[in-house]
């Protein structure tokens, strides 16, 4: 007798319960294990998939949206991505606020995807591949300015709550469920909904669990450090934000610095001794996590997500 057919209605249903990964050939030597969640074999390559639906589905729940209304988003390429992928399915239009400074792939996907993508000057100074919290403001502006002129939707991730719902309502229940338990997370912040989901999540589980945030070295502005390397290569986050709406900071236990240099040698070693091909971020948190397992955590189990796809950066220098 054959199996019953699984299929998935759109690829909305493909988001979410991706793999969780023990990372046993670059922890050989530590004590203890990091446990990495492969959020880049989401449809659009990134955890920002999840959010997007969650925050469209929201709105909709609201009766914010109607079949055929306009969607607008900063993004640095991801949320853009995940966005295009929602809104091509439910029926809205989309647009895409983006810095010249992101890698190129992503204004090429999100376009193929059928968003119009508006690319924003980086300020003067700014160099390609870095784009600091000044690059953003232009981005947000121009992203205001596009939702009046239109009567579109904003769909805020820095704002909106679906942003942290996404992870703690499924990110962090799949990490707990596949790993069995863990003793600490980690993660690089840039709208910081899926360090507040999480973290949230996991020490309801268990308050015991010690939650980190990752910064770029030189832009650590939410653990109050002062900003001097604002054009770090670490995309999609380390905007020398001190202030992020979704992030609880009793949820912080710490905050992890990671060097450019860091986060590129950790994103080579993923993929040449894990066979993981993912982006800088990861690679950021992958550094922060083997800081842990080097000082207060050895012996202990660390998650990170591993937020998008190496596939996103084979324009800048990440794999030269």
Request: include cysteine.
């Amino acid at each position: 007798m054959s199996a019953e057919p699984h299929l998935a209605a759109s690829a909305l249903d493909t988001i979410g319960n991706t793999p969780l990964v023990a990372l046993s050939r670059v922890t050989e030597g530590l004590d203890g294990i990091v446990f990495a969640k492969l959020e880049y074999l989401n449809p659009g390559y990134s955890k920002k998939d999840r959010i997007a639906r969650q925050m469209i589905e929201d709105a909709e729940a609201k009766g914010e949206l109607r079949r055929g209304d306009t969607v607008v988003e900063l993004t640095s390429g991801n949320t853009g991505t995940g966005l295009a992928i929602v809104c091509a399915v439910k029926g809205y239009r989309f647009v895409a606020v983006m810095s010249r400074g992101n890698s190129s792939e992503r204004a090429r996907m999100m376009t193929a995807l059928g968003a119009e993508v508006v690319l924003v000057d980086q300020c003067p100074g700014s160099q390609p591949g870095q784009v600091s919290g000044a690059d953003l403001a232009r981005v947000e502006a121009k992203a205001r300015e596009i939702v009046a002129e239109r009567d579109a939707y904003r769909a805020d991730q820095f704002e909106l709550e679906g942003n942290r719902r996404a992870h703690y309502l499924h990110t962090a229940p799949e990490i707990w469920r596949q790993s069995g338990g863990i003793d600490a997370f980690c993660d690089f912040i840039g709208s910081g909904g899926s360090f507040a989901g999480c973290a949230g999540y996991f020490k309801e589980r268990d308050p015991a669990v010690q939650c980190y945030i990752v910064e770029p070295a030189g832009a650590a502005a939410y653990a109050g450090e002062p900003v001097t390397r604002p054009n770090h290569k670490i995309q999609g986050g380390g905007y020398a934000m001190a202030q992020l709406p979704l992030i609880d900071r009793d949820l912080v236990d710490g905050c992890l610095r990671v060097r450019d240099d860091e986060a590129t040698r950790m994103s080579r070693r993923l993929a040449r001794e894990e066979g993981l091909f993912a982006g800088y971020s990861s690679g950021a948190n992958l550094a922060a996590a083997l800081q842990l397992l080097r000082t207060s955590h050895s012996g202990g189990r660390v998650a990170i997500l591993l937020p998008d796809s190496g596939l996103k950066y084979l324009s800048a220098d990440l794999w030269d």
